[in-house]
C-alpha cells in the first residue's frame, strides 16, 4: 500500500474489505448454482439473438430464473443452428439434463 496512507486508514479499510468477504460468502446447493449461471447465459443469449430471435419482445426485458424456458423456446424456434445449440446448453444448465 503507498506510505502516504495513514495506520487509521489502512485499519478502516481492512475492517471493511473483512466484512465484505464475509458478508458475500453464501452457500448455494447445485441447482440453485447452475441455475444462476443459466439466468446469466440466458441473459447474454437476449443479448446476442435480439433482433433475430427476440424482436418482438420489450428490449428493457429482464430474465430471470422462471424466463429462461421462454429464451430456450425463442432460441429453439427462431433461431439458426448456433441459437439452437445455444438453447441445448442453457436447457441442460437449466434442468440439468439432455434436451
Same mark, same amino acid.
Given at each position: 500500500?503507498?506510505?502516504?496512507?495513514? %495506520?487509521?486508514?489502512? !485499519?478502516?479499510?481492512?475492517?471493511?474489505?473483512?466484512?465484505?468477504? $464475509?458478508?458475500?460468502? $453464501?452457500?448455494?446447493? *447445485?441447482?440453485?448454482?447452475?441455475?444462476?449461471?443459466?439466468?446469466?447465459?440466458? $441473459?447474454?443469449?437476449?443479448?446476442?439473438?435480439?433482433?433475430?430471435?427476440?424482436?418482438?419482445? %420489450? *428490449?428493457?426485458? !429482464?430474465?430471470?430464473?422462471?424466463?429462461? *424456458? !421462454?429464451?430456450?423456446?425463442?432460441?429453439?424456434?427462431?433461431?439458426?443452428?448456433?441459437?439452437?445449440?445455444?438453447?441445448?446448453?442453457?436447457?441442460?444448465?437449466? !434442468?440439468?439434463?439432455?434436451?
Amino acid at each position: 500500500m503507498n506510505e502516504s496512507v495513514s %495506520d487509521e486508514i489502512k !485499519t478502516y479499510l481492512r475492517k471493511i474489505g473483512a466484512k465484505g468477504g $464475509r458478508k458475500s460468502r $453464501r452457500r448455494l446447493d *447445485p441447482i440453485q448454482a447452475r441455475r444462476m449461471v443459466a439466468v446469466r447465459e440466458a $441473459r447474454k443469449a437476449f443479448r446476442q439473438y435480439k433482433t433475430r430471435c427476440f424482436w418482438s419482445f %420489450d *428490449p428493457e426485458w !429482464t430474465i430471470q430464473n422462471d424466463q429462461v *424456458p !421462454t429464451v430456450i423456446q425463442s432460441l429453439r424456434n427462431e433461431g439458426d443452428a448456433q441459437a439452437f445449440m445455444l438453447a441445448k446448453k442453457l436447457h441442460k444448465l437449466y !434442468t440439468g439434463k439432455e434436451s
